[in-house]
């Protein structure tokens, strides 16, 4: 019978205070059925003298009731579960603590539907219907549930908020605009919505818009990628041949060297070995002679030793020199040396053609440079660090703290002769090639100044035309206690800048920019070189003064 009459609800069977189903239903004297401990809390909270309520119908009760519990709803919820629950249809649904309650609901409200611009009140389906169905409501205006209708009210007048005040950028009611925001330009809130709305179009395009060009750089860029990975695959794989066709060729030459060796060995050890079995033969030969002239040296008679002297007299012509010459030779050494020094040619050729291939791989760069940092932290992101040469570094150059530190001493250190070294200028060049984005700092301590320069490596080591900024291939920034001056190419530019004892020097080779900056507290820029680099640089410094020094610092 259940099943075949009316259909029930969850809702019908749940406890209005807890929301759950029944637990331990007990009805109290107005009807209104609760989860026994539900109620007991209820009523422990109120504590009015006495007096006690129905949370639903608000009905009192003096004396508190006597609960007992409700064994026939108790069944029914127990067989209710069993067989299953109707869902509570969609218009019915309660609105909990996140929903927007209906205003018009008595008791446990619905959720509201809609909400009334007009009204400033929310409407659930059923208490709705009269804006669907009287004529003056339709013409009210409905939007989506809200919280925040109060908003539109004005807090001075107590009247909706209509109008919208251009000048203060603010909303407000009509009396406000014959008021306070009197001579103001205002108009209503639609006109002003309309016009915000055209603008909001407009923003929308724009965005719109800016999302294809993305999707489409997205999709370039997914493309490129591709292809740089094509590339690199490929060209590992080319140069992964070539140098295995190098190491084939140093193998097979190492073995053709390999070779004439055992052969030069095994036909000289067997010349050799010829002269040495002849030279036994004839001791032999020669000890024989000997012992026999021994025997006739020792023959007593004298008719007897003329007779046979003649014959055991002569002796036979030696079959080689009078004595073997070796010459000074040192065997097979000197082939080691000479590999050796194809070593040392190969590793020359291979530290220049190196650098090339870095600077060819560094220059696979699809994408525009990034901008040049804004502050020092954004440059340290870029710091290298930086070493000196000693090899490049001139003979009155003294390096230390890890060669990162030169000093210019009074006289000469005995350096080694070396063809990277500087001769002409009391300079230095950094070990390692500078590509990419590079920034470094130096520190300068002296009384006569400091030339921080970046240059090639093929420089010229000797004469004027060695200095930095004196030549094609250098970029030098000079510094005294007094200025600052450029130079390239023997051309100079005087600049202004704040007094300090670090410089500051950005890189970015790719782009071809070259900065110097003074850093102090903050960072001051002197000045910036645009142009082309066609080769790996190297940092460079020149101090002339006894007892100056640069160091290169330590990046923090």
Same mark, same amino acid.
Not at 81 to 89: E, S, W, Y
Not at 123 to 140: F, I, T
Not at 153 to 161: A, G, K, L, N
Not at 354 to 359: C, E, K, M, P
């Given at each position: 019978?259940?099943?075949?009459?009316?259909?029930?609800?969850?809702?019908?069977?749940?406890?209005?205070?807890?929301?759950?189903?029944?637990?331990?239903?007990?009805?109290?004297?107005?009807?209104?059925?609760?989860?026994?401990?539900?109620? %007991?809390?209820?009523?422990?909270?109120?504590?009015?003298?006495?007096?006690? *309520?129905?949370?639903?119908?608000?009905?009192?009760?003096?004396?508190?009731?006597?609960?007992?519990?409700?064994?026939?709803?108790?069944?029914?919820? =127990?067989?209710?579960?069993?067989?299953?629950?109707?869902?509570?249809?969609?218009?019915?649904?309660?609105?909990?603590?996140?929903?927007?309650?209906?205003?018009?609901?008595?008791?446990?409200?619905?959720?509201?539907?809609? $909400?009334?611009?007009?009204?400033?009140?929310?409407?659930?389906?059923?208490?709705?219907?009269?804006?669907?169905?009287?004529?003056?409501?339709?013409?009210?205006?409905?939007?989506?549930?809200?919280?925040?209708?109060?908003?539109?009210?004005?807090?001075?007048?107590?009247?909706?908020?209509?109008?919208?005040?251009?000048?203060?950028?603010?909303?407000?009611?009509?009396?406000?605009?014959?008021?306070?925001?009197?001579?103001?330009?205002?108009?209503?809130?639609?006109?002003?919505?309309?016009?915000?709305?055209?603008?909001?179009?407009?923003?929308?395009?724009?965005?719109?818009?800016?999302?294809?060009?993305?999707?489409?750089?997205?999709?370039?860029?997914?493309? =490129?990628?591709?292809?740089?990975?094509?590339?690199?695959?490929?060209?590992?794989?080319?140069?992964?041949?070539?140098?295995?066709?190098?190491?084939?060729?140093?193998?097979?030459?190492?073995?053709?060297?390999?070779?004439?060796?055992? *052969?030069?060995?095994?036909?000289?050890?067997?010349?050799?070995?010829?002269?040495?079995?002849?030279?036994?033969?004839?001791?032999?030969?020669?000890?024989?002679?000997?012992?026999?002239?021994?025997?006739? $040296?020792?023959?007593?008679?004298?008719?007897?030793?003329?007779?046979?002297?003649?014959?055991?007299?002569?002796?036979?012509?030696?079959?080689?020199?009078?004595?073997?010459?070796?010459?000074?030779?040192?065997?097979?050494?000197?082939?080691?040396?000479?590999?050796?020094?194809?070593?040392?040619?190969?590793?020359?050729?291979?530290?220049?053609?190196?650098?090339?291939? *870095?600077?060819?791989?560094?220059?696979?760069?699809?994408?525009?440079?990034?901008?040049?940092?804004?502050?020092?932290?954004?440059?340290?992101?870029? $710091?290298?660090?930086?070493?000196?040469?000693?090899?490049?570094?001139?003979?009155?150059?003294?390096?230390?703290?890890?060669?990162?530190?030169?000093?210019?001493?009074?006289?000469?250190?005995?350096? $080694?002769?070396?063809?990277?070294?500087?001769?002409?200028?009391?300079?230095?060049?950094?070990?390692?090639?500078?590509?990419?984005?590079?920034?470094?700092?130096?520190?300068?301590?002296?009384?006569?100044?400091?030339?921080?320069?970046?240059?090639?490596?093929?420089?010229?080591?000797?004469?004027?035309?060695?200095?930095?900024?004196?030549?094609? %291939?250098?970029?030098?920034?000079?510094?005294?206690?007094?200025?600052?001056?450029?130079?390239?190419?023997?051309?100079?530019?005087?600049?202004?800048?704040?007094?300090?004892?670090?410089?500051?020097?950005?890189?970015?080779?790719?782009?071809?920019?070259?900065?110097?900056?003074?850093?102090? =507290?903050?960072?001051?820029?002197?000045?910036?070189?645009?142009?082309?680099?066609?080769?790996?640089?190297?940092?460079?410094?020149?101090?002339?003064?006894?007892?100056?020094?640069?160091?290169?610092?330590?990046?923090?």
């Amino acid at each position: 019978m259940a099943q075949k009459g009316v259909q029930l609800d969850r809702e019908s069977f749940s406890c209005s205070i807890c929301l759950d189903l029944l637990k331990d239903p007990v009805t109290i004297p107005c009807g209104h059925s609760y989860c026994i401990k539900c109620i %007991k809390r209820f009523w422990d909270g109120e504590d009015k003298k006495g007096i006690h *309520s129905c949370p639903q119908c608000r009905k009192t009760f003096i004396p508190r009731p006597v609960l007992l519990k409700s064994t026939m709803l108790a069944d029914l919820v =127990e067989q209710l579960k069993k067989t299953g629950l109707q869902a509570a249809p969609a218009d019915h649904c309660y609105a909990g603590a996140e929903d927007v309650a209906c205003d018009f609901c008595s008791g446990r409200k619905l959720k509201a539907i809609k $909400s009334c611009l007009s009204c400033l009140a929310s409407y659930c389906k059923k208490h709705l219907q009269p804006h669907y169905d009287v004529a003056p409501l339709r013409k009210h205006k409905l939007v989506e549930p809200s919280k925040k209708l109060q908003e539109n009210i004005c807090s001075v007048h107590d009247e909706v908020m209509k109008m919208f005040c251009r000048t203060d950028q603010k909303s407000i009611c009509y009396l406000c605009s014959v008021d306070e925001h009197k001579g103001h330009d205002t108009v209503s809130a639609a006109a002003e919505r309309t016009e915000r709305q055209r603008e909001l179009e407009g923003s929308r395009q724009q965005i719109q818009q800016r999302i294809k060009d993305a999707e489409k750089d997205v999709k370039l860029l997914q493309q =490129e990628v591709e292809a740089i990975n094509q590339s690199a695959d490929k060209t590992v794989e080319d140069t992964q041949k070539i140098f295995t066709e190098l190491i084939r060729l140093l193998q097979k030459r190492s073995s053709d060297v390999k070779q004439q060796i055992r *052969s030069q060995q095994e036909a000289e050890g067997s010349r050799v070995k010829e002269l040495q079995e002849k030279l036994e033969q004839e001791i032999t030969e020669l000890k024989r002679k000997d012992a026999e002239l021994k025997q006739l $040296s020792h023959t007593e008679d004298h008719s007897q030793f003329l007779h046979n002297y003649p014959s055991v007299a002569a002796l036979s012509e030696s079959t080689h020199s009078p004595s073997i010459k070796i010459r000074p030779l040192r065997h097979f050494e000197d082939v080691t040396a000479a590999v050796s020094e194809l070593r040392d040619k190969l590793q020359d050729i291979l530290r220049e053609e190196w650098t090339n291939i *870095s600077l060819r791989v560094a220059e696979v760069d699809v994408l525009l440079s990034e901008p040049e940092p804004k502050n020092r932290a954004g440059f340290l992101k870029f $710091s290298s660090e930086i070493t000196l040469d000693p090899y490049t570094a001139h003979t009155r150059l003294l390096l230390s703290e890890g060669n990162r530190k030169v000093m210019v001493m009074r006289q000469e250190l005995s350096y $080694s002769t070396h063809p990277d070294r500087f001769t002409g200028c009391f300079q230095v060049l950094s070990r390692e090639s500078l590509t990419g984005r590079c920034y470094w700092e130096v520190e300068w301590r002296g009384r006569g100044g400091v030339i921080v320069a970046v240059a090639y490596k093929n420089i010229s080591r000797a004469g004027s035309e060695c200095g930095y900024g004196f030549n094609d %291939k250098s970029w030098a920034l000079y510094r005294d206690q007094n200025s600052y001056i450029f130079r390239y190419n023997k051309m100079k530019t005087s600049i202004s800048g704040p007094r300090s004892s670090r410089v500051g020097v950005y890189l970015d080779h790719r782009a071809g920019v070259l900065s110097f900056y003074s850093v102090s =507290e903050t960072m001051t820029l002197l000045h910036r070189v645009q142009t082309t680099f066609t080769q790996p640089l190297y940092a460079g410094l020149w101090i002339w003064e006894s007892g100056d020094s640069a160091e290169l610092c330590k990046m923090k």
